[in-house]
């Protein structure tokens, strides 16, 4: 297998490695972060200029007809960059919705509209006793008319104080945890009975609690089956993992170069540090995991577009609970031979650390999905 990136998926990697080596350092980034939004507009008018907005959408839609590989080069350099632009809930989340629940009329309105930068989107689904279950949903929809009235709480809502509208999973008919009977909405961020709290996550990047009370919304707002929508949910969650895991090679990778650096200028005993061999030890130990990492990634993003719900669940399982060993490995190894200064504010490797540390909890952490792909005999089915 080739596993050797096109000519233009080449070009599309070395243009968006050099906008954001020249325009998002650690600096520039802690400014971004201090903003109001907590995000940088001029770089999303970037982004979209580059073309990486309408990156996953068809051409007939507006898009450029991008596969998951384009998808993960866009992650990994973000990873590296700890870019804090909404992408990710953007593109990737919101945009997935589109394309595999949106009909005619809803791609046909809003995908030229993300494509172009001026759309952003933000799931709202997780809820106070939700844990990791996406079928855990306490949030109701209320048939009135030919639309419905919601009413519920989501919490931990990725960039949601900034968003123009949510994708927000409701319940139409059952119990809390049901797996039927759950409808995904598209619900405009300023309509009446909408209530947004937004605060800063432990990464740096923003999130909200949601409010919905009394929220109506339209026949035409509806994604997909209104009464059976949690297959499409698990199918955007399996496309976001994958991406996920594309961001966290990249911010592993960028640790481990922050650290060999290191161990090369540090000195103790009139030495550079990286001579003592336990810490190069220590420093292969972070390569290894990495690797194996990004080999996980790549068998992750072929599956994405798979339709096959068993086995893409099985692939974004294992490679999510292959993501959180590595990340646990990498950065904690990088912050201890760092020593001190890789908890402080002023140096990145600390904010990497946090960032692969979300991702590993985010959708469920590796040890939820190491039980989940056991619950289902393993990676490859018996």
């Known amino acids: 297998m080739d596993f050797d990136l096109s000519e233009e998926q080449s070009i599309l990697k070395d243009s968006l490695d050099r906008l954001l080596a020249d325009r998002y350092g650690f600096e520039d980034r802690k ?3 201090a903003s109001p939004e907590g995000w940088s507009a001029d770089m999303w008018t970037q982004y979209a200029e580059m073309g990486l907005m309408a990156l996953p959408f068809a051409e007939a839609d507006g898009g450029l007809a991008g596969t998951p590989v384009e998808t993960a080069i866009v992650m ?3 990873g590296r960059a700890l870019a804090l632009e909404p992408y990710f809930s953007t593109v990737i989340l919101g945009g997935s919705f589109l394309r595999f629940g949106g009909n005619d009329d809803q791609r046909a309105e809003y995908i030229p509209a993300v494509a172009d930068g001026s759309l952003k989107l933000a799931f709202a689904q997780v809820e106070r006793h939700s844990r990791y279950d996406l079928h855990h949903v306490e949030t109701t ?3 009135d008319g030919d639309g419905f009235v919601l009413n519920g709480q989501k919490s931990v809502v990725l960039h949601g104080d900034s968003t123009d509208r949510f994708l927000v999973t409701a319940r139409t008919s059952g119990g809390a945890r049901d797996e039927a009977g759950i409808g ?3 619900v405009d961020a300023k309509a009446p009975g909408v209530t947004v709290r937004g605060y800063p996550t432990q990464d740096g990047a923003r999130a909200a609690e949601i409010t919905f009370e009394n929220v109506k919304v339209g026949a035409a707002d509806g994604l997909g089956d209104p009464a059976n929508g949690l297959p499409l949910v698990r199918r955007v969650v399996d496309t976001g993992i ?3 895991c594309a961001e ?3 911010a592993m990778s960028a640790m481990h170069a922050l650290t060999v650096d290191y161990l090369k200028v540090r000195k103790q005993f009139g030495v550079a540090i990286g001579q003592f061999q336990v810490l190069q030890h220590a420093a292969v130990d972070m390569f290894v995991a990495i690797e194996q990492a990004r080999s996980i990634t790549l068998f992750a993003t072929m599956m994405a577009d798979s339709d096959d719900a068993d086995e893409r669940g099985r692939a974004m399982h294992a490679a999510k609970a292959e993501i959180g060993r590595a990340a646990r490995i990498v950065g904690e190894n990088a912050i201890q031979l760092h020593g001190g200064v890789g908890m402080t504010m002023e140096y990145a490797v ?5 960032r692969v540390t979300m991702i590993d909890t985010l959708f469920g952490d590796g040890d939820h999905h190491l039980r989940e792909l056991a ?8």
């Open 350 to 354: 600390g904010h990497y650390f946090k």
């Open 141 to 143: 929809a209320a048939k």
């Open 375 to 382: 619950a289902k005999g393993g990676l490859m089915a018996a």
């Open 31 to 33: 400014r971004h972060m």
């Open 184 to 186: 995904v909405f598209l």
């Open 76 to 78: 990994e350099a973000l």
């Open 242 to 244: 994958a991406a996920l």
């Open 248 to 250: 966290a090679v990249g």
